[in-house]
């Protein structure tokens, strides 16, 4: 009889990569994880052009955003031609003068309107303009005074919408008044506003026509001015106390506090690229215009969109504190416990989305982040079955959330301090597992469940 005993079959290649195959099923979990997080991306941009288009309707009704272009003098003068038959044809054409000074001072009183659950910014705005114009030099552009209609020499008010207008505006031009009219004869520099007829002889022209006028506008979210005047001087004020300065000119001044902001600008003529007059079309001001953006203080849709940027970091960060548990635990985590903890992770940014729009994002974090711990470290206690490696796992959720919060508080340095964070945490992982014998734990995972 052979007393000889047979040698144990040599494992198979799973047999012993039996961890490197299980890390490769939680990478590939990881990214299939990244589908539902995608289309979460997809809800926020969904909701966020919901509320697009709850703004677009109240403004719609108020006042849209509001760019005011002007004063603007404009003389029509007859041009004469021939055409083809020798005949005499004469047309008209339309010279553009723009002011020497002009003065902005207003007040802006911004008010918060609902449309359902969103909240939209709209604001009403009591302004005053004042300034001149100086010597109208038509030798310049070659007009002969005798061609000019003097009788319809008129100014005009770009005004993006005139639905904000709230009372007649009348202007004082030198010792007359007059009224400003809706629309314009030409749209060769402004394309939608007011316009008033003004009096100018031809033995005046060198003259400085003075003026004066008060306007009242409701608009949404901005108010920009053009910088027309050779020298424009815009002063604002509000008890917004969250602006933001936009446009092609910052304030040269500004206060802002919470009980509101000042600002004051000083253009000159030198700073844009158009000239002091011209004739029909020639230039375009467009581009040049200023002011102030009144911005809501949080934005809980560019937050939550941030923050699903960091989702692909809490997955790879959760799941791979769950396999270093299950490998030096020695206690056996199933894929689809894996995709359940995922889950978990995933529903966060739908409870931040959701909640965010009743309750502001801060609040709503917190909520969101406290609701979906609470539910991991729970299924976490019976899936390990060890109360310290399901604290540590707790743990660091409070501290991966956390950590989320303020970089999304620091919108300046968040890339900074997100990359150090992702960082440490490399360099966490690294120090913790530098000593495992990864091939001995596999062959020793094998024992066990022989």
């Not at 709209?122 to 002969?144: M, P």
């Not at 300065?245 to 004051?264: N, Y």
Request: hydrophobic share 45%.
């Amino acid at each position: 009889m052979n007393n000889e005993q047979t040698p144990p079959p040599a494992p198979s290649f799973y047999e012993s990569n039996v961890v490197f195959i299980k890390a490769l099923v939680v990478g590939f979990l990881i990214l299939a994880l990244l589908i539902p997080t995608a289309m979460i991306s997809g809800l926020i941009s969904e909701r966020e052009s919901t509320q697009q288009f709850a703004t677009q309707e109240v403004s719609s009704k108020w006042g849209e955003r509001q760019t005011l272009t002007g004063l603007v003098l404009t003389l029509p003068y007859y041009v004469y031609a021939r055409d083809t038959a020798n005949r005499l044809i004469r047309t008209v054409e339309y010279a553009h003068f723009l002011p020497n000074l002009l003065n902005i001072k207003g007040k802006i009183q911004p008010e918060k309107r609902y449309r359902g659950i969103f909240e939209v910014v709209v604001y009403k705005s009591d302004l005053q303009f004042s300034g001149n114009f100086k010597n109208l030099e038509l030798a310049k552009l070659n007009i002969d005074p005798k061609d000019v209609i003097w009788e319809k020499a008129f100014v005009g008010l770009g005004i993006s919408d005139l639905r904000g207008v709230k009372e007649q505006v009348k202007i004082k031009w030198n010792a007359s008044e007059n009224l400003f009219n809706a629309g314009l004869e030409t749209n060769n520099v402004i394309e939608a506003g007011i316009s008033a007829n003004v009096p100018i002889r031809p033995d005046s022209v060198s003259q400085t026509f003075d003026f004066r006028f008060d306007l009242k506008l409701n608009g949404s979210y901005w108010l920009y001015f053009a910088p027309v005047g050779k020298e424009t001087i815009v002063d604002v004020s509000s008890d917004w106390a969250s602006p933001s300065f936009s446009g092609a000119f910052l304030p040269d001044d500004r206060q802002v506090s919470e009980k509101g902001f000042t600002a004051h600008w000083k253009i000159l003529h030198l700073n844009r690229n158009f000239p002091q007059q011209w004739t029909n079309n020639s230039q375009n001001i467009t581009g040049s215009s200023f002011g102030v953006d009144l911005i809501l203080p949080a934005d809980a849709y560019q937050q939550t969109t941030r923050s699903v940027k960091y989702a692909i970091m809490f997955l790879a960060l959760t799941f791979t504190v769950f396999f270093f548990m299950e490998v030096l635990n020695g206690k056996f985590v199933h894929p689809i416990q894996y995709i359940l903890v995922g889950l978990a992770l995933c529903i966060f940014y739908v409870l931040l989305l959701s909640l965010s729009e009743h309750l502001g994002f801060s609040m709503a974090y917190w909520l969101a982040s406290g609701a979906v711990v609470s539910l991991i470290t729970f299924y976490a206690r019976y899936v390990l079955q060890n109360n310290l490696l399901t604290g540590v796992l707790s743990g660091v959720l409070l501290i991966l959330y956390a950590f989320l919060f303020v970089i999304l508080q620091l919108e300046d340095y968040s890339l900074l301090f997100g990359s150090i964070g992702l960082f440490l945490a490399l360099a966490l992982v690294m120090f913790f597992s530098r000593k495992i014998d990864w091939y001995k734990i596999g062959l020793e995972r094998l024992k066990k469940q022989d």
